[in-house]
């Protein structure tokens, strides 16, 4: 947070425009709900560490009202998130969503991961041992971000203007928790879901149609039109 100031080097024929600036606003919180059979366990701890989030957590049967900016779950029965912005789902998919996932692969091998996305900042997941996971029948837009030999295992996509991450493993059926990339994993999800803050009401230096001046071309003559 702070304030950003641009200003000409050099003083030209009208000084109101000389400097601008633009404030900063704090970086805002992310309401987060976990959901998972699993109190006091991996992504608790590591969702409590982060600085910007809020977090309630609750049972796979207890009933969501209120919207959430993020809703991380790690359950292995059927539950509904009836309301959300983005979705980070870890080894079974809330039965509210149409997207459909494959046999469950056993030991699958990692052979790739989309580097690009914001995602998988940081994250490194050369040989990472993996118990068992499902496929994921991913949309054809959706961005693959970690491929095993039989499909993918990790994918994002949005689905009804809502943002969806799906793992086709749970945690504790791999060892990520215990490296450091599950950390990254966890920050880069709460930065995909952070809410955006507008500061155009903070900006000043910048001209109102008041303010502007427009100066009208000359018109051409006969004599001055170009040859």
């Given at each position: 947070c702070g304030v950003i100031t641009a200003a000409l080097s050099q003083p030209d024929s009208w000084d109101g425009d000389n400097t601008a600036q633009v404030e900063i606003p704090p970086p805002s919180p992310?309401?987060?709900l976990l959901i998972t059979e699993a109190r006091q366990g991996y992504f608790e701890t590591a969702l409590r560490a982060h600085p910007l989030v809020v977090l309630d957590v609750a049972e796979p049967s207890a009933e969501v009202s209120q919207a959430y900016d993020l809703v991380i779950s790690d359950v292995t029965s059927d539950y509904i998130v009836p309301n959300f912005s983005n979705?980070?789902?870890f080894g079974r998919l809330p039965s509210n969503t149409t997207q459909r996932v494959g046999p469950t692969n056993s030991s699958p091998s990692v052979v790739g991961w989309n580097e690009a996305s914001p995602l998988m900042r940081y994250v490194v997941p050369t040989g990472i041992q993996?118990?068992?996971a499902k496929t994921l029948y991913a949309p054809e837009d959706a961005s693959i971000l970690l491929s095993g030999e039989r499909g993918p295992l990790m994918a994002q996509w949005t689905e009804s203007d809502q943002n969806i991450l799906f793992s086709?493993?749970?945690i504790k059926d791999s060892d990520i928790a215990l490296r450091v990339d599950f950390i990254h994993l966890i920050a880069n999800i709460v930065e995909w879901s952070r809410p955006v803050v507008s500061t155009i009401n903070s900006q000043?230096?910048?001209?109102?149609?008041?303010?502007?001046?427009?100066i009208p071309l000359p018109e051409l003559t006969s004599d001055s039109a170009p040859k």
């Open positions: 992310v309401k987060t979705l980070a789902a993996i118990h068992q086709g493993f749970h000043q230096g910048v001209l109102s149609k008041e303010q502007t001046l427009a």
